[in-house]
């Protein structure tokens, strides 16, 4: 959290749990997790594998449903929102970023943005979305003709163009070498500074803790520890 003033929470989350049936085995992937995310934060849930760090991302971003507790964003109760209000959610609030970029082959990076803002309420225009992630140049480039990271910020892109109050980002630089995983860093960076997005980025490289307001532990499908960094370092300080 930025300054003395205690922010606007974005998303507050109480005692979330999510269990898997597999059969005759059921799989506690989140056993009570709490978690506040506020307004303008960038934060980073480091965690091993299992950790539930991803289960927790898609309850909140309305990608998958709790099995209990409660996430309220705003007025809204995700885990008791109908269908039809998810999807509103989603559309309308949550930019996601993943590890793998799912870009459409057949698409340039402009017509790849531009198939998201076709159907947001207040879009940026592509190029202006692209422009902010260093890639006004490329616009017109095919995916198989841009680099790893290239696509990943054609993704980010493609998440900021809605105008997202919160960006989630699952792994972004998973797929990367670290020094094209800073440029992505850096683009994700400048969304969250510029445009205001509360920005949680899940990572299992601890080195990138360093660029977070909070980093969040998690373990065992509970949130442990709670860091609050007093300074941000900028990702090109960041060194793995």
């Known amino acids: 959290m930025r300054g003395s003033d205690q922010p606007e929470a974005v998303f507050s ?66 885990t008791r929102a109908s269908e039809k209000e998810l999807t509103s959610y989603r559309r309308k609030y949550v930019g996601f970023v993943f590890q793998f970029y799912n870009l459409i082959p057949s ?3 402009k017509e790849n943005v531009a198939a998201v803002t076709e159907i947001a309420e207040r879009p940026m225009k592509p190029e202006e979305a692209l422009e902010l992630v260093g890639l006004g140049d490329r616009m017109n480039h095919f995916p198989s003709q841009l680099s790893g990271g290239q696509q990943q910020r054609v993704a980010i892109a493609r998440a900021i163009a809605k105008r997202p109050s919160v960006l989630l980002c699952d792994e972004p630089t998973g797929a990367l070498d670290s020094e094209t995983g800073v440029v992505v860093l850096e683009a994700i960076e400048r969304v969250n500074r510029e445009l205001g997005a509360a920005t949680a980025v899940i990572t299992h490289n601890a080195d990138i803790a360093g660029m977070a307001d909070r980093v969040v532990h998690m373990s065992n499908g509970l949130v442990g520890t709670v860091e609050v960094n007093k300074t941000r370092k900028s990702p090109r300080e960041l060194h793995w």
Request: proline share 1%; aromatic share 4%; net charge negative.
């Open 107 to 109: 698409l340039t990076a």
């Open 13 to 78: 989350a109480r005692g979330v749990t999510k269990v898997y049936d597999m059969g005759e085995v059921q799989v506690h992937a989140l056993r009570g997790a709490d978690l506040d995310l506020y307004a303008g934060e960038m934060m980073v849930l480091l965690g091993p594998s299992g950790s539930g760090k991803s289960t927790l991302l898609n309850i909140l971003g309305g990608l998958d449903r709790a099995s209990g507790g409660s996430v309220m964003y705003g007025r809204l109760d995700i």
